[in-house]
């Protein structure tokens, strides 16, 4: 028999089970590598989710990988590419990007974040999810080289573990960016050049090893937007939300210099924190080109963005925040690199 610890979706809620479903535990080396091979193999879906991913531990692999994909299997991985980090190998995003260009079963997404961290294979096969999960990520130490201890259960797919597990690795997947030809080369770029600042660095001071922070945003900008003065039409737009996607509004027009900004310089795909009076009330994603419209419930703000909700939290950053966001105007560019991954830690909490 095996225990195990079962924390579902909500992470406030435990409890604790005996099953009688077969459990074994692998430490890094071939037989890892060989169980993970085998069930790649025999599975009609597979859901892979580790911190980082780098070529010497991705080629053990691979050519699974793509034996299932020619047979048009499902494969969803999500990837940490922390620009923090930055352990991930762009090679191995640029070969993903490849293998997903070639087969259409094969998704892949990524966080750009240091609070990623997860190491979980799902095996999806007739009514039996198999999982793995433990301390290995897809690298050449994870699956050979470090001491590492990874669990292997059997269950029923109907067993509430095994539900809850996978419908943790769909919301993360769900939250998680696309990966692009874009993001894989800023994320190529950034690497290198943090490397050459690196290089400098050693050779102007041999016992420096601490490495260089580095944040990339990727060509995504970040934007306060009051929703009005003192957040009193945040309940507004509050209403407009379903399904998880809502509007920003603001009353200023296009021939304003705040009009112009939200028309001209916000982009599809920046990201929106919607602050007042010390509150952060949500961030979103826009997914619209602006447009003037009058909607009633959000009179006299009828110039609008379509955007994607992320996270609504009403919280009340820290001090040193509140000074970046609490400008007097209506919509401000975020430039503050703290601030930015501030932002991101609510979005990953």
Not at 223 to 249: D, F, T
Request: charged share 30%; aromatic share 12%.
């Amino acid at each position: 028999m095996c225990w195990y610890y079962q924390t579902f979706i909500f992470p406030q809620f435990h409890k604790y089970y005996m099953s009688d479903k077969p459990c074994e535990f692998f430490q890094a080396g071939q037989n890892l590598i060989d169980e993970i091979n085998d069930l790649l193999i025999r599975a009609n879906e597979t859901n892979i989710a580790v911190a980082f991913v780098k070529k010497d531990g991705f080629e053990k692999i691979r050519d699974s990988l793509e034996e299932v994909l020619k047979q048009k299997r499902v494969v969803k991985i999500i990837i940490g590419a922390s620009t923090d980090f930055m352990i991930t190998d762009s090679d191995v995003l640029k070969e993903l990007l490849q293998l997903k260009r070639k087969y259409r079963t094969l998704s892949v997404k990524f966080y750009n974040s240091v609070r990623f961290h997860p190491k979980l294979f799902i095996f999806k096969m007739n009514g039996e999810t198999n999982i793995i999960i433990g301390s290995s990520n897809l690298t050449g130490g994870g699956t050979k080289n470090n001491i590492e201890a990874n669990v292997l259960l059997k269950n029923s797919s109907e067993d509430v573990f095994a539900r809850s597990v996978v419908g943790s690795f769909n919301i993360w997947f769900d939250g998680g960016e696309k990966l692009t030809a874009k993001i894989v080369h800023y994320y190529e770029k950034s690497k290198g050049e943090r490397e050459k600042l690196n290089n400098k660095i050693k050779k102007k001071s041999p016992i420096s090893e601490t490495p260089i922070p580095a944040r990339l945003r990727m060509e995504i900008n970040y934007w306060k937007v009051a929703p009005g003065p003192r957040g009193w039409q945040w309940p507004l737009w509050c209403q407009e939300i379903i399904n998880g996607k809502g509007k920003i509004a603001i009353g200023w027009g296009k021939g304003t210099k705040q009009g112009k900004i939200f028309y001209d310089e916000m982009k599809k795909g920046d990201i929106v924190v919607a602050y007042s009076r010390g509150i952060v009330f949500g961030i979103a994603k826009i997914i619209s080109d602006a447009y003037s419209k009058r909607v009633k419930s959000l009179e006299p703000f009828h110039n609008l963005r379509d955007v994607e909700w992320i996270k609504l939290v009403e919280k009340r950053p820290p001090e040193k925040y509140i000074k970046i966001l609490g400008t007097y105007d209506t919509v401000h560019l975020i430039e503050d690199e703290d601030t930015i991954y501030y932002i991101n830690s609510l979005i990953n909490i």
